[in-house]
């Protein structure tokens, strides 16, 4: 079955710590996104990537960083720099060229210890 | 300011009642209008999309009304159920973004609960 992957389903960081969450898509899609989610406000989008080695800034980037090394794979490091992390973390996918429609993975829920 | 404003931020309805989510937007580039559906716990599910072309579209029990000179467009939940209940967000991004990105502005969700 094609789609997104998310790991861990929870995560705990502790002060002072940068922590890794994965995403995976093997949907071939070329573009993909993570959101971050807060109770109503919305998803607001923390960095997105067209192609492989390219990616740009969100509407929230701060305190966070990304990598897209392959077209099916786009971790997203929340730093030490981000004060206030705790949030559900959506990634997204897009095939892009004609198509819109944005894939959501299941999420990770990240807390602080 | 790319901004979509949805309203309720919260919905309670009978089952089998009528439910009615409304959102507008600012930016005349937007041309296209997805709804998603999040239960508690999991990521967005894409429920239905327009384009401005049309003015109505419907699958099954839902509908998305769309008013272009308004700059505003709805979710009609017909015969709603228990199991509609969900987070429904209203979203626009512009086709004319380029490549492969669409960024999608996404309003701030309706909290929708059909009682039995």
């Known amino acids: 079955d094609g789609g997104i992957t998310q790991s861990p389903k929870y995560l705990f960081r502790k002060e002072g710590q940068n922590v890794t969450l994965s995403c995976e898509q093997n949907l071939n899609h070329d573009a993909m996104y993570w959101y971050r989610q807060d109770p109503g406000q919305g998803l607001r989008l923390i960095y997105y990537?067209?192609?492989?080695?390219?990616?740009q800034k969100g509407d929230i980037a701060e305190g966070y960083s990304v990598s897209r090394e392959k077209k099916e794979s786009f971790p997203l490091t929340v730093t030490s720099a981000q004060k206030n992390p705790t949030a559900f973390y959506l990634c997204a996918s897009t095939e892009g060229w004609g198509d819109e429609t944005q894939y959501f993975g299941p999420g990770t829920r990240l807390l602080v210890l | 300011q790319q901004q979509v404003k949805q309203s309720p931020q919260s919905l309670i309805v009978q089952k089998g009642g009528i439910s009615i989510i409304n959102c507008a937007y600012e930016?005349?580039?937007?041309?296209?209008f997805p709804w998603y559906q999040q239960f508690p716990g999991k990521g967005p599910a894409l429920l239905i999309a327009?384009?401005?072309?049309?003015s109505e579209k419907k699958e099954g029990r839902f509908t998305i009304s769309f008013n272009k000179s308004a700059k505003q467009f709805s979710l009609h939940i017909m015969d709603s159920q228990p199991g509609d209940s969900a987070t429904y967000f209203c979203?626009?991004?512009?086709?004319?973004?380029?490549?492969?990105?669409?960024?999608?502005?996404f309003g701030k969700g309706t909290l929708l609960t059909v009682n039995p």
């Open positions: 990537s067209q192609i492989v080695n390219d990616f």
């Open positions: 979203a626009a991004t512009s086709s004319y973004s380029g490549g492969s990105n669409y960024k999608l502005t």
């Open positions: 930016n005349t580039a937007f041309d296209y």
């Open positions: 327009i384009r401005p072309d049309v």
